[in-house]
């Protein structure tokens, strides 16, 4: 017999203020650099000098920037964003920042990289950075800085900006040259005479940017871990110098020749599953040495690297969730999964800019000098969202166990800046996903923020006639009929297990344009029936036309809890009307669509498919 035990602590913050923190005034302006607005795969490097002329009490920086932003204070990260979000509603990020400031000159950089396309969490604006910090020190004196056509900016072209996407919903790989980066630029010792001044574009509130809105979720968790099993090493080939070129690096990693090593080219490989001053060495040869790490599950975050050796030789690296014949296939159903690292003279770090998700990486070293190459660390600095593991299960049964931890970490993994689908191919928020991990979110961490945020987000792409996109934010809706009702569905989830009435007066008028939608929709027998786009509803065989079976079952459901939505909000006249078309909608999905002989419902009227 199994002996169960589930615990959930929901402390769910209720307060308005909680949410929507209170927004700044802006006095700061949107900058960039000269050249196009929205130029492909760009980086850009920002500086500003500062004097503080005391020791200081308390620093508030607000910044964001389109698409995504690093920020350094004196050499030091201190964070990334922004969030994603609708330009219409542009996230930007708040920190306190006393700690890294100091009497005297200070520097504070941004690493900005703008897409110039759009993918399937970001929907394009334009290049561009803002800033505006507040400094106050201990004797009083105060200090604001500005995002202005003072701070200095450098185009960077470590970056080859002309490379392939990972896929048609994620960015680019990156393929940097770090011998073409400044380096120390984020020093405050750093000389950037040479740098042009920024160029103004605007400030606040201006389009794409109409409005500006308070991160309303905590920053992302960052930590170093490091692969759990070196599962080979050996030689890779290199033919016709073809690893020299940047649009196939995936193409060639796929389906290079391995064999084993000839000689000891690579020694003290074990290093690299520890985090201790010991590396691997690689001597030089004629040919290439490729490694394949695993990293014993799931992982997500920023690809990271600690090597010393020669400038020019070049590493790339091929990430996958699974292995093909014992390999690293990075050119897997159209995902081209791989980054290019070139070094600079002596030792170095890097880090990704964006997310790569994967469980195995394969490292492809081309080492042509004399030199030998020290390893001492290849690595992930993990990121998710900051969960507190909250609810517990455990039983009898340990497969029943493990499957609940493997669950909760798969969930961890998918709560980032939003709820996510998947960590290696598309990493976008679909409401059909988010609305399973939001139920499951709310008994393994309790966390409301970010459900939260996703209807909201949901929201904000509403269609005039009344339908919501299916993954968002996107340029182009992806309109799904179904994931619309389970955005309605989700809301009333989430009030259930907040009592947060806030969101729901707030939503409640984009979910009654909703269901006006569906209503237009209904045919004489009172059922959706030929509803426009896409009904997904699952993977599965299933049949669906006209009168569909699920759909109209998610309708009646919509119906059910919009009803008790307008109950809440003492909107009695619509609680009634919603009350009485679902039992209508019910009625007819019991006389139209199930089989009494044999006891099912179909999957749509005019078939008579009867999928799981």
């Known amino acids: 017999m199994l002996i169960m035990v589930l615990v959930l602590l929901l402390n769910p913050s209720l307060a308005q203020a909680e949410r929507q923190k209170e927004a700044i005034s802006w006095q700061a302006n949107w900058i960039w650099c000269e050249g196009k607005g929205s130029p492909r795969n760009f980086y850009l490097y920002a500086r500003k000098e500062v004097e503080i002329p005391a020791l200081v009490e308390r620093a508030e920086f607000n910044c964001t920037a389109d698409s995504r932003y690093q ?5 030091e990260l201190i964070g990334r964003g922004p969030a994603r979000s609708d330009p219409r509603w542009q996230s930007y990020d708040k920190y306190e920042v006393s700690s890294y400031l100091h009497p005297g000159k200070n520097v504070i950089a941004a ?6 396309v759009g993918t399937t969490s970001y929907i394009p604006g334009r290049g561009a950075f803002l800033f505006q910090g507040e400094v106050i020190c201990t004797n009083g004196e105060g200090l604001t800085i500005l995002s202005d056509d003072t701070w200095r900016v450098l185009p960077s ?6 490379v392939p996407r990972i896929s048609s919903s994620l960015g680019f790989q990156e393929i940097y040259d770090a011998r073409l980066a400044p380096e120390n630029w984020t020093e405050k010792d750093f000389d950037d005479s040479e740098w042009d001044f920024a160029t103004v574009i605007g400030r606040p509130p201006m389009a794409p940017w109409t409005s500006l809105v308070p991160r309303d979720i905590p920053m992302l968790v960052e930590n170093l871990v490091l692969p759990e099993v070196v599962l080979a090493v050996g030689e890779c080939s290199s033919t016709e110098d073809r690893w020299y070129g940047v649009s196939d690096i995936a193409k060639f990693m796929a389906e290079e020749t391995r064999g084993s090593l000839e000689t000891a080219r690579v020694e003290n490989a074990e290093a690299l599953l520890s985090d201790d001053d010991q590396y ?3 001597n030089s040869s004629s040919k290439d040495v490729y490694l ?32 093909e014949d014992g390999k690293v296939n990075p050119n897997r159903k159209n995902v081209k999964c791989v980054d290019r690292y070139t070094m600079r003279d002596g030792l170095q770090t890097w880090e990704t800019f964006s997310k790569r998700g994967f469980r195995y990486m394969q490292v492809d070293i081309h080492n042509e000098s004399s030199e030998p190459l020290r390893i001492y660390s290849i690595g992930l600095n993990f ?9 517990a299960f455990n039983c009898s049964d340990e497969l029943l166990n493990q499957i609940w931890k493997v669950g909760r970490y798969t969930l961890q993994l998918c709560m980032q800046d939003a709820y996510e689908d998947c960590p290696f191919r598309e990493q976008a928020q679909w409401m059909g996903d988010a609305r399973v991990e939001a139920l499951i979110n709310y008994y393994t961490f309790g966390d409301t923020k970010l459900s939260a945020r996703c209807l909201r987000q949901i929201g904000q792409s509403q269609l005039p006639q009344g339908i919501t996109s299916g993954v968002y934010p996107l340029r182009w809706p992806n309109k799904i009929a179904d994931y619309c009702l389970l955005w309605i569905i989700s809301l009333w989830d989430y009030y259930q297990y907040t009592g947060d009435k806030h969101l729901v007066e707030e939503l409640y008028p984009r979910i009654k344009r909703a269901l006006a939608f569906f209503e237009s929709h209904l045919d004489q027998h009172n059922l959706l029936s030929n509803v426009p786009d896409w009904t997904f509803i699952d993977w599965a065989e299933l049949d669906k036309r006209g009168e569909i079976t ?13 009803s008790q939505m307008a109950q809440l909000l003492t909107e009695k006249k619509e609680a009634m009307r919603y009350q009485k078309l679902a039992e209508k909608v019910k009625a007819a999905i019991n006389s139209r669509l199930w089989l009494n002989d044999i006891g ?8 008579d498919v009867l999928s799981e």
Request: charged letters at 20%; glycine letters at 10%; proline letters at 4%.
């Open 157 to 162: 072209n470590a970056w080859h900006r002309d």
């Open 550 to 562: 699920a759909l109209n079952c998610f309708y009646y459901k919509a119906l059910i809890d919009a």
């Open 600 to 607: 099912v419902y179909v999957d749509c009227r005019v078939g």
């Open 111 to 116: 690493l900005i990289h703008h897409y110039g």
């Open 292 to 323: 394949v790490l695993d990293f014993g599950k799931e992982v997500m975050g920023y690809p990271h690297l600690k090597v010393e050796g020669p400038a020019g030789v070049v590493i790339d690296f091929g990430y996958s969730e699974i292995l």
């Open 280 to 282: 691997t060495l690689i």
């Open 383 to 391: 990121t998710t969202y900051p969960v507190e593991y909250r609810g």
């Open 71 to 75: 920020l350094f204070i004196n050499g």
